[in-house]
């Protein structure tokens, strides 16, 4: 019940702010109801870059260090 709560009044608040700076006049169950449903959808969305970066820079990762134990390999092992 405490997430219920939590949810309705972060979507309450981010529907406050959103219809403000789009200048949009909507009634208060209006306004919750485009916070709360917007607040899912950015929620979302961060989920998935977030976890399509963590995948990039993995991978990124994997190389720089593959190259660097090449170069280490190159230098002081193989002569």
Not at 21 to 26: H, L
Request: glycine share 10%; net charge positive.
């Amino acid at each position: 019940m405490p997430f219920l709560l939590v949810i309705i009044v972060i979507g309450a608040a981010a529907g406050f702010l959103a219809t403000r700076m789009m200048k949009v006049q909507t009634d208060v169950p209006t306004t919750i109801v485009i916070g709360i449903v917007g607040s899912v959808i950015g929620w979302a969305l961060i989920r998935f870059l977030i976890a399509v970066t963590s995948w990039a820079a993995m991978f990124v990762g994997g190389v720089i260090g593959a190259m660097v134990l090449i170069w280490a390999w190159r230098t002081y092992i193989s002569k």
